[in-house]
């Protein structure tokens, strides 16, 4: 079965402590691999889409890779306004999106 | 340009009543999804729309649910009867093509009592 799990489910860092997310994925035939960031009562907002292994884009303080079984959020010195649910997502057959549970993420000036 | 748009943001109903909610668009995208997450789950699929056309309604849990988008604009999901497992946030999204990432309106949130 397709699946997509987050990690951690929340993160706690101080302000310019660079950290890591994790989205493990299980789906055949990947039609594209996407992140958002979700702020208290918005809808989610895109931030990328990544196609293939080795693809990586990168927003200010934001960069998300790409392997076979794993994509990567990294969040680089990050500052209080980055603080905010992000969720992950794949697109396999059809084109609706499958969404992992989040990892909240808390900066602390 | 403007986002996704959805009201009611809040709605509060008995079990056994009927709720609509309602999304439009942004101007122009064709493809219109409805999603929700309920207390404690992720954000589940239910449907999509191409233009007025249902091109994909797995996700829709049961008859209860019914949803439209007459004239290929904005869409409505109503609830009828609503039951407690119901309660959660209903979220709309639009995309230009089908390839784009999508936009979210910024949800309903239903609450069943």
């Known amino acids: 079965e397709d699946q997509v799990t987050q990690s951690p489910e929340a993160l706690r860092l101080q302000e310019g402590e660079s950290s890591s997310l994790n989205c493990s994925y299980t789906?055949?035939?990947?039609?594209?691999l996407f992140w958002y960031r979700q702020d208290p009562g918005k809808g989610p907002e895109f931030l990328f889409t990544l196609y293939s292994a080795g693809e990586e884009k990168e927003k200010e303080r934001l960069k998300a890779t790409l392997t076979k079984k794993e994509s990567f959020l990294h969040i680089t010195a990050p500052k209080p306004e980055d603080s905010a649910t992000y969720l992950c997502a794949f697109k396999a057959a059809g084109n609706k999106l499958t969404f992992g549970g989040g990892t909240r993420v808390l900066v602390k000036p | 340009e403007a986002g996704v748009t959805q009201f009611p943001s809040h709605s509060v109903i008995e079990k056994g009543q009927t709720v609509t909610l309602r999304c439009d668009p942004i101007s122009g995208h064709d493809n219109l999804y409805w999603y929700r997450r309920v207390m404690g789950k992720e954000i589940k699929f239910l449907l999509h729309?191409?233009?007025?056309?249902?091109?994909?309604e797995s996700g829709m849990p049961n008859n209860r649910f019914l949803a439209e988008r007459t004239g290929g604009t904005y869409s409505t999901l109503k609830v009828q009867p609503a039951e407690l497992e119901d309660s959660g946030v209903y979220f709309c999204?639009?995309?230009?093509?089908?390839?784009?990432?999508?936009?979210f309106g910024s949800g309903t949130r239903l609450t069943v009592v």
């Open positions: 999204a639009s995309s230009q093509d089908r390839n784009y990432g999508y936009t």
């Open positions: 729309f191409v233009k007025e056309s249902k091109q994909d």
């Open positions: 789906v055949s035939g990947l039609r594209g």
